[in-house]
């Protein structure tokens, strides 16, 4: 049995960004506080880009814990979300460019989440990078750690534990 030609990879990677940009979106305040997502294959950062409005002490200065909080949320329900779209993508099940908010899969609600402050967030750009450490049919399980200038020394870090919506069908 012959196989088809492999699909062009400009069409795949647009495919791959317009899934991202439809589930990031869904999150109306990312764009509010400036994240946005590089992605790499199926490996995602999540990037905080610096901005004024997010300074919670002018005296040090140093990120808002609510930022840096919100940040590492947004980081691990969209890595959550990727994971459960990306299998629908490459199969092509699910037409990435048909995705907007209203089409989506519903997002996962957080159960709990633990956030460690490991030193202040400087004022500029920050990364995060979000493990799922287990996801079944309910229940998700995220690790997620923010840096800046550095990766192996991260500024925050969080656990988090999430409860999967029903699969839509």
């Known amino acids: 049995m012959a196989k088809g030609t492999p699909e062009p990879v400009q069409v795949v990677k647009q495919r791959r960004d317009s899934a991202l940009a439809a589930l990031v979106s869904g999150i109306p305040f990312a764009s509010f506080l400036g994240i946005s997502f590089d992605r790499r294959g199926d490996e995602l950062t999540a990037v905080l880009t610096f901005d004024d409005k997010l300074i919670g002490n002018p005296m040090l200065p140093a990120l808002h814990?609510?930022?840096?909080?919100?940040?590492?949320?947004?980081?691990?329900?969209?890595?959550?979300?990727?994971?459960?779209?990306?299998?629908?993508?490459?199969?092509?099940?699910?037409?990435?460019?048909?995705?907007?908010?209203?089409?989506?899969?519903?997002?996962?609600?957080?159960?709990?989440?633990?956030?460690?402050?490991l030193r202040s967030g400087l004022p500029r750009d920050a990364y995060a990078r979000a493990r799922v450490n287990r996801s079944g049919r309910r229940y998700a399980s995220v690790h997620v750690e923010a840096w800046q200038d550095n990766r192996s020394r991260p500024f925050a870090q969080a656990s988090g534990h999430f409860l999967m919506p029903p699969p839509s069908g």
């Open 65 to 117: 814990g609510g930022v840096t909080a919100a940040f590492l949320e947004t980081a691990a329900l969209v890595e959550l979300g990727w994971q459960g779209l990306w299998e629908e993508i490459e199969s092509g099940k699910r037409d990435a460019r048909m995705l907007s908010p209203e089409t989506l899969p519903r997002m996962p609600k957080t159960i709990d989440f633990t956030v460690d402050y």
